[in-house]
């Protein structure tokens, strides 16, 4: 009476994870997960099917299965009980519910598979605790990276503090030649300052041939990222950091002698690794469209609205002076107070009646490089209560001398909103709270007096949530304001480009967009 087998497979069944929990070969598997969509009948209710020899438990995630493979003589309220463990599970681990997201997250299904069945026998665990036994953290690793830093920030004081002594005997040498320090350092100061000058002329933007340079592009859009020369004079550091980088060294090491003092192994001298200088990773697509919406929300405790603004940011990167001569065909929902405002470089009058984005002069091309340009923004005014993609009730009562706290959500089913933290105040107390119920985790941060509620993915499964916690008597107003972030992969105005038209024909360049909502301000008063 175990389960033999959790698996993902496809419509088609082909299997992308499988865990088995008895001996069984990779053949007898696959030729029982590949018959299971033949035995999926349409218009039926039931979540298992019996043959023969198994019995499969089943759930549809998308376009995904989820089954269990178990024998006839399985309990089937067990089953059906560890299937939903196994359905909570797979989100939390996996980026997307599809193939591509399963693939890459496979080896975290496993393991968390393994941790909520025992031999193929449930274990009595919820979603949080299979989380904290996946995630469990060793002290000796932490002991051995910590040694491996100080090794590696002795190194580097060593490096720097001979890097200094070549650069002395180098000055000196030219002190000894020229008979003066001025003579020596004047000239290569002011070479460098020349060359700082032309590389900083060689950002990116529009040409001199455009008629509008890249200053211009700039201060017309706030949106519009930094020039390349105040990238290259904040990646300078700083010449005087020599003594802060010695006594980080020294407290390292003052912190493993307190080690050892405690009775803790400390590993003997281990070689450093020569670390390779940092790669930054460029888009691989030649055109990359970014669609950005902002939001400020400022939600009154007992209900209605103090401000509810939402502001959105359409940006444009090419990488190759071969795909600059295009323009975008747009396509956005029609929503009430929605108004565009396009760069004053853009035709207006080619987007008010196309919607296409392109320049008043077609001969000339957008700017290229590693810098996304802002092309257009828009603003939506004028959104009620009821378009809010999420909200948060505080309800406090005090009962002798303890506070209790219950807090809910409801989320908009306009978004599957992710990485959603919910900041609440706590009274000046450094003792954490007392959580008595949550759906998702929780962190107390004793410096800021805040407790940190966070849930990965909010999507039709949990739609709403509750948590209750217990602190010493306080009054109503110190759990406000409530502070809350998340992001989504959807926005209000549904802008994106459908299509890159090449200004002078030949085949469209391949394109990317990345679209987003995140939060600006979202608050609870």
Known sequence: MVVLAASIITKSGKALVSRQFVDMSRIRIEGLLAAFPKLVGTGKQHTYIETENVRYVYQPIESLYLILITNKYSNILEDLDTLRLLSKLVPEYSLSLDEEGILASSFELIFAFDEATSLGNKENLTVDQVKQYCEMESHEEKLHKMLMQSKIDETKDVMK????????IKMEKGRADKGAYMGISGPRRTESNFNDMNISNNGSGFGSGSGFGSTTWTDSLDISSKSKSDQSSSAKAPPKGL???????KKTNQFLESLKAEGEVIPEDLPVPVQKSSVVLVPVDPVTVTVEERLNVSIKRDGGLNAFDVQGTLSLQILNQD???????????EAPGLTFKTHPSINKELFNKEHIIGLKDPNRPFPTGQNDVGLMKWRIQNLDESSLPFTVNCWPSVSGNETFVNIEYEASEMFDLQNVS???????NREPPSVRQIDGEWRHDSRNSLLEWSIVLIDQ???SGSMEFVVPPADAS?????N???????????????GINPVRGGPAPKYSQRIQLITDSYQVI
């Not at 503090?161 to 002395?168: F, N, Y």
């Not at 919910?422 to 000046?428: D, G, Y």
């Not at 809350?484 to 459908?498: E, L, M, Q, R």
């Open 478 to 482: 110190s759990f406000f304001p409530i």
């Open 243 to 249: 003594g802060m980088q010695l006594t980080k060294g």
């Open 484 to 498: 809350i972030a998340f992001t989504a992969s959807k926005t209000y105005s549904d802008v994106k480009v459908i």
């Open 461 to 463: 499964s949990n739609r």
């Open 422 to 428: 919910i900041s609440i105040p706590l009274p000046a």
């Open 161 to 168: 503090k001979k890097a200094s002594e070549i650069d002395k």
């Open 323 to 333: 795909d600059c001569f295009i323009q975008l065909q747009i396509e956005n929902r």
